[in-house]
């Protein structure tokens, strides 16, 4: 009897948030392995906010994901069978075969971690994709100097707590946004010198115009909305903005909202671009060659928010959208 690779499926395209109907979760039989393939099981799925753009039909830098199919996403397994020289029983690697349990690949689609002692679901989070956005959307794009004032959204979260990390580490002052107390509380023990909690606070111009009363220079921008408006009225001259991520907008049926300030960019010659992090995956060795031996010495930190089982993962995508998490997002198996 062949062995099951249990999935879950895109059963239908969301509409507004999405919803456990939205998803299946199937058991399909994987082929006998062949000549060159390998067997994973995965113990660690990647839960990301970008996964939403791909539910959609809509065409941008990746396709849509396929209905009736397993859904991707990064992924930490072991090698539970090969018939690859290359690889051995028990090797870790991490993949983009995410949504699933178990999966047959051939050795492109693999890529083993680092040799570190440290947790290796961390490469899905802090060292992973999200840390080397952080990184590459401070040092690459934004080209930040030491004593520069950087404010970021949705700041408790995977990208968030590395980029504020990473700007104290690089002589920043660092104001951060997120969504609750307890996150705020959290993101103080990071080293932010202060934080907004945007849900309490009504009036955000006036509390950025009281936090930087010198002017932001870089805002490292992963929501949109009415902070992204407030950020523009305080940024300083030639101030520059990372467009990472607009969340806020990810669900919504209505069309977005723009800020109605843009003449804030002409008046103070403010540069706004957008990251993709893929651009930049050729700096990830100059990554990890900083950000692993800080996290071995204990001079960088990461959180995580676990659910435990593949049937919980469409319920941890959509705590993303819910602010469930503090740190990475992430599912456990086995
Ligand atoms: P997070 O770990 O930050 O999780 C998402 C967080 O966003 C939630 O915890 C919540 O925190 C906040 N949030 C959710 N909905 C809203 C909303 N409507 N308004 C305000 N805040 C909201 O996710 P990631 O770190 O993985 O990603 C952060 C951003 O970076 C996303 O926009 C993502 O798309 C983008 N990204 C972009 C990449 C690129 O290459 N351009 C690569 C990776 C990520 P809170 O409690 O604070 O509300």
């Known amino acids: 009897m062949n062995q099951l690779s249990h999935q879950i499926q895109l059963l239908r395209r969301p509409s507004g948030l999405p919803t456990q109907d939205d998803f299946s979760l199937q058991a399909v039989p994987l082929p006998p392995l062949q000549e060159g393939e390998v067997l994973v099981a995965n113990q660690w799925l990647s839960v990301d906010p970008y996964m939403r753009g791909r539910m959609s039909e809509v065409k941008s830098y990746v396709p849509p994901f396929a209905l009736n199919a397993p859904l991707e996403g990064g992924a930490i397994g072991t090698v539970q069978a090969s018939r690859h020289p290359d690889f051995a029983v028990g090797d870790r690697v991490s993949s983009m075969q995410g949504w699933r349990d ?5 050795p492109a689609q693999l890529t083993r971690l ?4 440290l947790p290796p679901q961390r490469f899905l989070g802090a060292l992973g994709m999200p840390g080397m ?12 100097q030491a004593g520069e004032t950087v404010l970021v959204s949705a700041a408790s979260g995977a990208v968030g707590t590395m980029v504020v990390q990473l700007a104290k580490r690089a002589g920043a002052r660092v104001i951060g946004s997120t969504g609750s107390a307890d996150k705020v509380a959290y993101l103080k023990t990071l080293g932010a010198d202060a934080v907004i909690n945007y849900k309490e606070t009504p009036d955000l111009d006036a509390e950025l115009a009281r936090l930087a009363p010198d002017g932001i220079q870089v805002y490292f921008e992963n929501v949109g909305g009415a902070l992204l408006e407030a950020a523009l009225n305080h940024m300083a001259l030639h101030g520059r903005i990372v467009l990472c991520g607009l969340i806020e907008q990810y669900n919504s049926q209505g069309g977005a909202s723009g800020p109605r300030n843009l003449s804030q960019i002409i008046r103070k010659r403010i540069l706004l671009q957008g990251l993709l992090v893929s651009d930049h995956w050729q700096h990830y ?3 990890l060659a900083e950000a692993i031996p800080a996290f071995e010495a204990g001079a960088l930190q990461s959180e995580e928010t676990v659910y435990e089982g593949l ?4 319920q941890a995508f959509i705590g993303l959208f819910e602010g469930r998490n503090t740190g990475k997002m992430l599912v456990k198996l086995g």
Request: zero cysteines.
């Open 102 to 106: 178990t999966f047959i690949a051939k």
């Open 114 to 117: 680092p040799a570190t002692d």
């Open 133 to 144: 956005t952080a990184w590459a959307g401070l040092h690459k794009v934004a080209q930040l």
């Open 285 to 287: 060795g100059d990554f």
């Open 311 to 314: 049937a919980s993962m469409p």
